[in-house]
């Protein structure tokens, strides 16, 4: 065997909550009938292995920042009062050196946002079910703009937790103000209004096999023992609770008879979503079918429950593959990603805490990964806006010094700890916009933002700038970064009700950057 293929895994995974505590008790345990099929393939294929359980992010920090293993077989799903944190494993796997299998933090928490996903869907053009977003403490509206029947669900939640026959509603009015007072109440979370398509629903198991995502099945969910009242739906017992109607009567059928054209679309229109929401490892698309057989995407699942009874372990075996192939693959996958060895830091300099003064530079590829991994930790920027993000940075890196968009980025001991980004305004003479600033938690205090901000203000002037404009949100949590900006002596000029949100406006703050007089130049 050779050296790459026996490094040491560890296999992190979060307690579950005892059981009096969980509200969903089987779905908690569920996590650690995972472990145990994982630690079996690894036993089979002679890997070097440790299993470790966390409860909370800063102990899933801990022990990542201290275990010796190069490759983390990341199995974290959740933590109490914590709907977010487990998504975070991975940047912070990453932020030690450390290889993991599955998606990254970026599409974790895109897929994780029911309305976040279907946004993101419907903005490249595939089909999705029309939806509408309740936030939490607001009433369902009594009318909405597509007709019924529509199912509520948990905006942030998955395994169809908060999900039975009673989040079904043929209509607008009680019943489903009902269950959006529900979701708001017992998971605490904005509920998502979604039309209920049809009656029949696929799903579709996709895994990255030697770079290249594949589909390896298409499951259809039988409902023909479903009396036409009842909803025909995958819903919590039908996942978790064995024993009841829907668990015993929701068999998944391995091809779905459906015509071979639907199903080459729907494998397609699965790809598709891996492509958008930027999958990687192994993911489950859910389709739901309308009476015409058009297929519409549900959700984009990365990282699904891996059980060996689950569906996406059923369609590992449909495809001619055993279980522990899965857990090969991955560990293939995570063993490429490996990053390089870096150079150890000086005994002085052992932490962001321990460097010298912030140094400024332009952009550089290297730079755009940890980029990305700091505005995700900020815990500022929607998944929406990391997506943004992304691109610009990539148009930075395309277009270099010369496009329109001007990137620097803060590095204390070499790590990138700050990024900026600057570009002019169209259709204007002199004036800039602050198109993102962004700096990492563990380095803010440090004058990060101000040195960044003050080499944007120098490019501005070397351009002939005379205006720098500012735009941000006028939510509570950013009146430190408003106040950021009044210490440099930015201006709040006006400010837009519901802009960016109902109840998030967009504050405008300018700063007039350029020479005072002509005599100034000279």
């Known amino acids: 065997m050779s050296k790459a293929l026996s490094l040491p895994v560890l296999i992190l995974h979060s307690l579950p909550l005892s059981t009096d505590a969980a509200v969903f008790e089987e779905s908690e345990m569920g996590v650690l009938t995972q472990v145990r099929a994982v630690e079996a393939d690894l036993d089979r294929l002679h890997r070097s292995h440790r299993t470790l359980a966390v409860?909370?992010?800063?102990?899933?920090?801990?022990?990542?920042?201290?275990?010796?293993?190069?490759?983390?077989?990341?199995?974290?799903?959740?933590?109490?009062?914590?709907?977010?944190?487990?998504?975070?494993?991975?940047?912070?796997?990453?932020?030690?050196?450390?290889?993991?299998?599955?998606?990254?933090?970026?599409?974790?928490?895109?897929?994780?946002?029911?309305?976040?996903?279907?946004?993101?869907?419907?903005?490249?053009?595939?089909?999705?079910?029309?939806?509408?977003?309740?936030?939490?403490?607001?009433?369902?509206?009594?009318?909405?703009?597509?007709?019924?029947?529509?199912?509520?669900?948990?905006?942030?939640?998955?395994?169809?937790?908060?999900?039975?026959?009673?989040?079904?509603?043929?209509?607008?009015?009680?019943?489903?103000?009902?269950?959006?007072?529900?979701?708001?109440?017992?998971?605490?979370?904005?509920?998502l209004i979604e039309k209920l398509i049809g009656r029949r629903e696929l799903n579709a198991a996709l895994m990255e096999i030697n770079g290249k995502p594949q589909v390896l099945a298409v499951a259809e969910i039988d409902f023909t023992a479903f009396a036409a009242h009842q909803p025909a739906i995958i819903d919590y017992a039908a996942k978790w609770q064995k024993n009841t109607f829907?668990?015993?009567?929701?068999?998944?059928?391995?091809?779905?008879?459906?015509?071979?054209?639907l199903l080459r679309e729907v494998e397609q229109i699965a790809l598709r979503a891996w492509e958008v929401m930027?999958?990687?490892?192994?993911?489950?698309?859910?389709?739901?079918?309308?009476?015409?057989?058009?297929?519409?995407?549900?959700?984009?699942?990365?990282?699904?429950?891996?059980?060996?009874?689950?569906?996406?372990?059923?369609?590992?075996?449909?495809?001619?593959?055993?279980?522990?192939?899965?857990?090969?693959?991955?560990?293939?996958?995570?063993?490429?990603?490996?990053?390089?060895?870096?150079?150890?830091?000086?005994?002085?300099?052992?932490?962001?805490l321990d460097a010298g003064a912030p140094q400024i530079r332009r952009l550089e590829p290297s730079d755009r990964d940890s980029i990305l991994l700091l505005l995700e930790a900020t815990r500022f920027f929607r998944p929406d806006e990391i997506e943004v993000a992304r691109e610009v940075l990539d148009n930075c890196l395309e277009k270099g010094p010369g496009g329109h968009y001007q990137s620097f980025v803060a590095t204390l001991d070499q790590r990138p700890v700050g990024w900026a980004c600057i570009g002019p305004t169209p259709c204007t003479l002199g004036t800039f916009d602050v198109y993102w600033i962004a700096v990492d938690p563990a380095a803010q205090g440090r004058g990060v933002g101000r040195i960044l901000m003050q080499a944007a203000e120098q490019l501005m002037r070397e351009r002939d700038g005379r205006v720098s404009v500012v735009e941000t949100s006028g939510r509570p949590q950013y009146e430190s970064t408003r106040a950021f900006y009044r210490r440099l002596d930015y201006q709040e000029v006006a400010q837009l009700a519901d802009f960016y949100a109902p109840g998030d406006d967009k504050v405008i703050l300018l700063k007039n950057i350029g020479l005072s007089s002509v005599s100034d130049r000279v």
């Open 246 to 261: 829907t668990y015993d009567h929701t068999p998944r059928v391995y091809p779905p008879h459906i015509p071979r054209r």
């Open 55 to 191: 409860r909370s992010l800063v102990e899933a920090l801990q022990a990542l920042e201290s275990a010796p293993e190069p490759i983390v077989f990341n199995l974290v799903e959740g933590f109490t009062g914590d709907t977010e944190g487990a998504q975070l494993i991975p940047a912070i796997a990453g932020s030690f050196g450390k290889s993991y299998t599955g998606n990254d933090t970026a599409a974790l928490l895109r897929t994780l946002d029911k309305w976040e996903t279907n946004s993101i869907l419907a903005r490249s053009g595939l089909p999705v079910p029309p939806a509408i977003r309740v936030p939490q403490g607001a009433t369902c509206p009594s009318r909405l703009p597509f007709p019924g029947p529509y199912i509520v669900k948990p905006a942030a939640s998955d395994a169809s937790e908060g999900i039975d026959f009673d989040s079904v509603a043929p209509r607008t009015g009680p019943r489903l103000a009902t269950a959006v007072r529900r979701v708001h109440a017992q998971i605490r979370q904005d509920a």
């Open 278 to 352: 930027r999958c990687r490892d192994y993911a489950r698309v859910d389709f739901r079918l309308d009476e015409n057989l058009k297929p519409f995407i549900l959700e984009v699942n990365a990282n699904p429950d891996i059980s060996p009874d689950s569906g996406f372990s059923c369609s590992v075996r449909d495809a001619g593959f055993q279980h522990v192939d899965f857990v090969r693959f991955l560990l293939a996958n995570a063993q490429r990603r490996q990053p390089r060895p870096k150079k150890r830091p000086s005994a002085n300099k052992t932490s962001i």
